[in-house]
């Protein structure tokens, strides 16, 4: 695999997009172990437009094996070296004719296990449990996030739109993007690909128009333990060449 590509695309532009990480097989059986989980949590969201599944490698610890096979361990080596753990995870379901869209932002909020007021850490938001509070710019500049593609995803199913190199203007909020400067990019991935993005890179999503299904993982990784007694909500840490504990 061409990691230095990989490093380069994610410093200059926010993004690498790698397919056939996963063998139809192996994408196959993570839907498989979705499927067969208890659905009735309350970290198990459900609607006519979208299921999704909070705190995701928490709930369904069985299905990290298949997610972290040595191809992945040895990708996020490569590319980021040693001493980041999983943060944050999430499953997404997004239906066919679903309406659902999300309009441009950045990935601002991390996930936390209680609330500890903090200097340099708010505003905080709660849902379903889980809280989340936006931390200074360093620790998300630190971060990265991997979304796993279960579906082929194009333009048609709602693929992720971003604009490049905004991870490297600092807080960019989108209603002051220049659309004379700035240039969108739609992100298509294959069944079994990852995209690789950092958090501050703004991103988007349109309706789906062609009634196939996106079914994406979303897996954040950090490596800055917080301060203060702050503690991230779904801290998984990898030993060498193991899967996260």
Request: contains cysteine; proline residues 3%.
């Amino acid at each position: 695999m061409d990691f230095e590509r990989f490093r380069h695309e994610i410093f200059s532009n926010g993004i690498t997009i790698i397919n056939d990480v996963f063998s139809e097989i192996e994408s196959d059986e993570i839907l498989l172990k979705i499927a067969s989980a208890d659905d009735a949590k309350l970290t198990f969201r459900r609607s006519a437009g979208l299921f999704a599944i909070r705190q995701f490698l928490k709930e369904i610890p069985e299905v990290a094996t298949s997610i972290f096979t040595q191809k992945m361990l040895i990708l996020i080596e490569n590319i980021f070296g040693n001493g980041y753990f999983v943060t944050k995870s999430i499953y997404f379901d997004k239906p066919e004719q679903s309406n659902w869209f999300v309009a441009y932002h950045q990935d601002l909020t991390i996930s936390v296990k209680e609330k500890i007021d903090t200097q340099g850490f708010g505003p905080w938001t709660v849902k379903q449990n889980q809280f989340a509070v936006q931390p200074p710019i360093e620790i998300l500049e630190d971060n990265f996030t991997i979304r796993i593609h279960l579906d082929d995803t194009t333009f048609e199913n709602g693929a992720l739109k971003v604009i490049e190199n905004s991870h490297c203007k600092g807080i960019y909020r989108a209603e002051t993007i220049d659309w004379n400067l700035e240039k969108e990019t739609i992100c298509e991935v294959k069944k079994g690909g990852i995209m690789i993005m950092r958090p501050l890179l703004l991103h988007a999503s349109d309706r789906t128009t062609n009634d196939n299904k996106r079914r994406v993982i979303h897996i954040e990784f950090g490596k800055q333990e917080l301060p203060n007694g702050l503690q991230w909500s779904e801290k998984m840490e990898f030993t060498k060449g193991q899967i996260p504990v």
